[in-house]
């Protein structure tokens, strides 16, 4: 029989095309550098490069995550609260709503909002304050609004709300104030406009996060962001004092304005949060360096510690603090929008 | 004819009835011949294309979409031009002013002033002027830029995310196909209407 050595089986040669453009195709997705990591080829000094400050000294990290992280089922969360008389329980603010949780993490009551809140805060009497873009909202534990207080004006973003008896502290990063009301929602004073006779400064707030709370001393302590620093003021206004310096070492405030938010202990401590490299971290009732509750790598989890690639994401990079009756440090990641709790182990 | 090592012959009875066997027994000639069909489709193909292209392209300019662009650095390389079509632009309604900018200055700098050392540009591209305490205005510099988005890198980590890179349509070819487009990582380089050439960024906040 005679061979015929010209030709070739169709199917064969189709089989093996194929073949090879898969092969080619998956070669070439697995070659593809999606997130810049194979380099430009630009030299080393300019590259953007601040791992190193990323690495935490293990003896400086004096808290650890217990359990898993808490889904808040929201797609963009912007505040966490808890409160001494509701045990148990923590609130977080995000996209329309205020959720409550139970500390396992289950979803215990919804309140609905008419639009996105910025920060909210639980009085001891229970009801949740809720600031929105330029005006507060309060709730009752059924989840009612009771009222919705005059709006701050158009320049107006609130970021941060502190019950402390009968005043309500808001603080404006829109017009760099913190206004001072009574529970009626009237408004009674304003603290930390710059003022040269008494030693104020103002307050340097570039982005919006601007923080407050009021200690156990008395004393309302404010985030200055832009100058780095937690100051005290009296109800009334006048600056007491201040700490906290600008640095990128682990006893400082990083970037161009941090803390972003803080929480106080009952002892009266400070857990600061910082947003660039992220760091959540201990200070004494004086402002002195205690220890790290989590570093860049525990927050973005799986030894990583990426800043961010883009831009949303780094905005999304301010953290938000909260702490409970029992001391645990409940963290609000407003990237993975998840909640996540850090119990104390060790003393420095 | 069958070319058969490079003989040329009559093809015989038998090859002349194998010719008619069924289609799956493809033969040189007929592989020849489905190459010489493909290729001229492919060809066609891309002429339509290269055309198509031409005209939209005379419509359409190059430009980064900021809240896409990871500032890889592939803009300062990648450009046909000796000095990148890509340079930093500042958005000043989004700055914050601050002193300790981080788009300005090293992470760990000495000292927050305009010392070479404490600066985060290589090539000192950007200004920093005293406004009031403790604010201070930043301007770029373009003919000191290259593009190469460190600064961007640095404002987007830790501050507003006010500098950003936008190609420059007074230096741009506006090629068909741009070598930055193709290098980008993250799919920022894309074609605009040439009515909106740039793509701003808006202001997140008060």
């Given amino acids: 029989m005679k061979k015929n050595f010209g030709t070739l089986n169709v199917r064969i040669l189709s089989f093996g095309v194929i073949a090879v453009a898969l092969v080619t195709a998956v070669v070439a997705l697995l070659r593809l550098d999606y997130i810049g990591e194979k380099g430009s080829g630009l030299g080393k000094e300019f590259i953007y490069d601040i791992e190193s400050l990323t690495k935490i000294d293990p003896e400086l990290l004096i808290y650890q995550e217990s359990g898993g992280a808490i889904s808040t089922g929201f797609t963009q969360s912007s505040a966490i609260a808890a409160q001494k008389n509701s045990p148990g329980r923590f609130y977080v603010a995000g996209d329309s709503a205020v959720k409550i949780f139970s500390e396992q993490g289950e979803m215990l009551d919804r309140i609905n909002l008419e639009t996105p809140p910025g920060c909210l805060a639980v009085g001891n009497d229970g009801l949740i304050y809720v600031g929105l873009k330029e005006h507060v909202e309060i709730f009752n534990g059924q989840s009612n609004r009771l009222a919705r207080w005059p709006g701050l004006g158009a320049q107006a973003v609130l970021t941060s709300i502190a019950v402390y008896k009968e005043n309500v502290f808001v603080a404006d990063a829109g017009n760099r104030v913190v206004v001072r009301y009574d529970k009626a929602g009237n408004i009674v004073n304003y603290i930390g406009t710059k003022d040269e006779e008494k030693g104020i400064q103002g307050f340097v707030v570039p982005s919006p996060y601007f923080d407050l709370a009021v200690a156990g001393d008395g004393l309302l302590r404010v985030v200055n962001p832009g100058r780095h620093r937690i100051e005290a003021y009296t109800f009334n206004g006048d600056l007491e004092f201040w700490w906290g310096k600008a640095s990128a070492h682990i006893e400082g405030f990083c970037g161009c304005c941090n803390p972003v938010n803080f929480a106080i202990l009952d002892d009266d401590s400070f857990i600061t949060c910082e947003k660039g490299l992220k760091r959540v971290k201990l200070y004494d009732a004086d402002g002195v360096f205690v220890g790290v509750v989590a570093g860049p790598e525990q927050l973005t989890g799986a030894g990583q510690a990426r800043i961010c690639d883009l831009p949303a994401q780094c905005r999304a990079g301010g953290f938000d603090v909260a702490v409970n009756t029992e001391g645990r440090v409940l963290v609000l990641d407003t990237i993975e929008n998840t909640v996540r709790v850090f119990n104390r182990i060790k003393t420095r | ?206």
């Avoid at chain 2, 058969?4 to 027994?25: C, L, N, W």
């Avoid at chain 2, 500042?90 to 788009?103: F, I, P, R």
């Avoid at chain 2, 980590?157 to 500098?163: C, I, K």
Wanted: hydrophobic share 35%.
């Fill in chain 2, 1 to 206: 004819m069958w070319i058969t090592a490079g003989i040329i012959r009559r093809a015989s009875s038998e090859e002349q009835v194998k010719m008619k066997e069924p289609k799956d027994i493809i033969n040189r000639r007929r592989f020849l011949r489905g190459c010489i069909r493909g290729g001229f489709l492919a060809g066609l193909a891309g002429l339509t294309g290269g055309v198509t292209g031409r005209a939209k392209s005379q419509n359409t300019v190059w430009q980064i979409d900021p809240e896409i662009c990871i500032a890889c650095g592939n803009c300062a390389t990648h450009c046909v031009l000796e000095e990148s079509a890509v340079k930093c632009v500042h958005a000043y309604a989004m700055c914050g002013y601050c002193d300790l900018c981080t788009g300005y200055l090293m992470p760990e700098a000495k000292q927050l002033d305009t010392g070479a050392e404490n600066e985060l540009c290589p090539n000192g591209a950007i200004k920093r002027t005293f406004v009031e305490d403790p604010y201070y205005e930043y301007t770029i510099d373009e003919s000191l830029c290259i593009g190469c988005g460190k600064c961007v890198k640095g404002c987007n980590a830790f501050g507003n995310g006010s500098l950003f890179l936008q190609v420059r349509h007074d230096r741009c070819l506006n090629c068909n196909e741009c070598s930055i487009a193709a290098a980008c990582p993250s799919g920022a380089f894309k074609r605009v209407d040439i009515s909106e050439p740039y793509i701003p960024k808006k202001v997140g906040h008060a």
